[in-house]
C-alpha cells in the first residue's frame, strides 16, 4: 500500500482496543463514586470522532451523555456539569489549547476528567484523574478516538447493566485491526481510482447518517478542507433533502459514506437521488469488507471506524496525485489566531 | 422596503408571542401529568429552528432535552421517548411526510404531541396533543418558529423554578415584533448592498456560534442553498479554526453572523482572523439594532431571531439581484425522491 507501515497502523488500533479493561476499570471506579452523567468534550476533529459515543447512550442509555464542544462548553457553561461528572477529553497532542481550558474547567467543577492522549507527558497526559495514552499519527487517529470513546459507551451501559453483550463485543473489537487493515488492502486500488478522479475536482457534498455521519463531517473538515484546501459541504442524509438536494447538477460531486447500523437506508435514499441526477457519485460502503468472527451487531457499531481506515487510503493517493502532502497548511501553527 | 408587507409580518410575529400563555399552560399540564423530559424533533430547516430552544434546556435546565432528527428518530428510536415525553414537532406546511411519521411513532409510545404548525385542518394540526397555529409562510416563518420554541423552553423552565423573570421575559418578547420591524428598515439598505456583493459570489463559508449558530446552518441551507442554489459552507465559529480555515485566501467569502450571548467572543475570533487572510468579510451584528424596552438578558435569548428577520431583507433583494426567485426549485415538489 502507498506510503503505508501495516505494523504500525496494527500496534496502534490494537493499542487502542487493548484499553479495554483499564477504561472499564476507570468507568466502573467513576460510576461507582457515584457518576451521574458524561460528557464527551473535544476540539475540531477529536471532538467529532466522540460523536458516535455520545450518540449511542443518548439513544441506547438511561446514563445522561452530552456532547460539547470545548470552547463553548467553558465560555457558557453547562447545568449539569459537576462533581458527578465524568468528562471524555481527547487530544491527540495532549496540548490542544482549548482542550487544556476544558480540563482545567472541568476540574474546578470537581469532575472525573478521562483524557484520550497520544503521549502522557503532556497537561492532559498528566493531569486527567484517567489518561489513556495511545500513541498515534494523524492518519491512523481516527480509529483509535472513534474505539476508544465506544469501548468508554459500552462500558457505561455495561455496568448499568444496560448491554448485555459487553464481553463478546470486546471479544469481537479484538479482531477488528486485523479486519481493518485486510479493508484497506482489499479498497486500495479503488482508493487511487477515486483520488485520480477527485484530484482537480473543486467541491463534494459529502453524506452519511447514524454513527457514520461523523465520519462525513470529519472527512469533509478535517482531511479535505484542512489537509487539502477543497471545498466540502458535510450534510446529514437526512438533512440533505431540505435544502442541500437542490445544488445537485451534472458534474457536481456526492459523496456517499453508507454503513452498516439501521440508519443506512437514509444514505440509500441520498444515492437513489443523486444517481439521477449528478454523473459523479461516489459510494464508499463498509458493508463490502469482509470481518470473520465479528458479529452484525458489532460491525453496526464500528461502520464510522471502518470507514475511517478506508479513507485513509484515499487521502493517501490524494496527496500524492494532487502533490499537496497531508501535512501542509496556511494557517495551523503558522500565524496565531 | 422590497417586496414586503409590514402589516403582515408583525401580525405573524405578535401571533407567534401572542401563543405564550396557550404554550405555558399546555407545558404546564404536561409536567404536571408527569412529563420527565422534552424532545425537539423536526425536519430540515424546521429542526434546526428548534435548536436554540434545546440547547437553552440542556445547558440551564435539570429537565432533559433532546434534539432529534425527525428521520433518525422514528429509523433507530431512543431509550428516554416514551409516555412521559413532550414531543414538539414543527412543520409550517403541517403535513410534511417525515414529521407526520414522527408525530404517529410518538403517539404511539404515549408520548405528549405538541405541533406547531401554519395550518390547523392538517394533520400535525389535527392529530396532536397540543397544536399552536401561527400561519407563515417561508419569510415570515423563522422568526415564528425560533419565538415558539423559546417560549416552550422558557416555560419549562419557568414551571420548574428554573427561570425567575419569565414574566419580565414574556412581557419584552411582546415589544419584540415591533423592534424586528425597525430592524429590517434599519437594514435595508446594507441588505441590498450586500445582495450586490453576493450575486455572483459562487461559494460563503458561513459561521456563527451560540443560539446564532443555528441561524448560520439554518441560512446557508434552507435559504443560499435551496432557494438560491449557492454552494456554502456552514461552520460552527470553534470548529472553523480546526479545518475550515484553511480554505480562506483572498477573495473567498466568510460571513459571520453576531449575536449577543456569551458565546460572541467565539465570533469576533474568526472575524478577526478573516479580516486578515481574506478582503471578503461580510458581518451582520445583532447588537447595532436598538430595541426600546428589552433588556440585554432577553436579547441575549433572541439574537437568532433578530438574525433570522435581518436576513431576510437579504434574501428579498437577492432574488432581484440574481433573477432567481425563492420559491424556485429543481427538485422539491417537483419530483419525487
Known amino acids: ?33 457515584g457518576a451521574e452523567n458524561i460528557f464527551f468534550v473535544g476540539t475540531g476533529g477529536a471532538a467529532i470522532l466522540m460523536q458516535p459515543a455520545a450518540l449511542l447512550l443518548q439513544r441506547l442509555s438511561d446514563f445522561p451523555a ?15 456539569l459537576g462533581a458527578k461528572s465524568i468528562v471524555v477529553i481527547p487530544s491527540l497532542s495532549g496540548t490542544t489549547k482549548e482542550s487544556v481550558a476544558t480540563m482545567d474547567y472541568c476540574r474546578a467543577k470537581g469532575a472525573t476528567i ?38 468508554i459507551a459500552l462500558s457505561v451501559m455495561a455496568h448499568r447493566g444496560e448491554y448485555a453483550d459487553y464481553d463478546r463485543t470486546i471479544a469481537e473489537l479484538n479482531l477488528l485491526p486485523e479486519h481493518l487493515l485486510a479493508a484497506k488492502q482489499a479498497f486500495e486500488p479503488e482508493a487511487e481510482r477515486i483520488a485520480e478522479r477527485f484530484k482537480d475536482e473543486p467541491y463534494h457534498i459529502i453524506t452519511s447518517a447514524g454513527l457514520s455521519w461523523a465520519q462525513a463531517w470529519y472527512y469533509g473538515m478535517c482531511i479535505l478542507e484542512e489537509m487539502q484546501w477543497i471545498r466540502t459541504r458535510p450534510v446529514h442524509a437526512a438533512d440533505f433533502f431540505h435544502g442541500t438536494l437542490e445544488l445537485v447538477e451534472k458534474g457536481v460531486s ?3 459514506f453508507k454503513g452498516e447500523d439501521v440508519y443506512r437506508p437514509l444514505t440509500d435514499r441520498v444515492e437513489d437521488f443523486a444517481r439521477q441526477y449528478t454523473d459523479k457519485v461516489t459510494v464508499i460502503d463498509t458493508s463490502v ?7 452484525p451487531q458489532t460491525r453496526a457499531l464500528v461502520s464510522q471506524v471502518f470507514l475511517a481506515t478506508l479513507l485513509e487510503r484515499l487521502s493517501a493517493h490524494l496527496e500524492v496525485k494532487r502533490n499537496h502532502p497531508l501535512t501542509h497548511r496556511r494557517y495551523y501553527k503558522k500565524v496565531s489566531y
Chains 1, 2 share one sequence.
Open 114 to 151: 478521562v483524557s484520550l492522549v497520544g503521549h502522557k507527558a503532556t497537561p492532559l497526559g498528566e493531569q486527567a484523574g484517567h489518561a489513556f495514552v495511545n500513541f498515534a499519527e494523524d492518519d491512523t487517529s481516527s480509529e483509535s478516538f472513534y474505539l476508544q470513546s465506544l469501548l
Open 1 to 33: 500500500m502507498l506510503n503505508f507501515d501495516a505494523d504500525r497502523f496494527l500496534n496502534i488500533e490494537q493499542g487502542a482496543v487493548a484499553l479495554a479493561p483499564a477504561i472499564h476499570d476507570a468507568i466502573g471506579k467513576a460510576l461507582g463514586r
Open 289 to 295: 469488507f469482509p470481518a470473520p468472527g465479528v458479529s
Open 254 to 256: 456526492v459523496v456517499v
Open 66 to 80: 452530552y456532547m460539547e464542544i470545548a470552547a463553548e462548553l467553558v465560555t457558557g457553561g453547562h447545568r449539569a
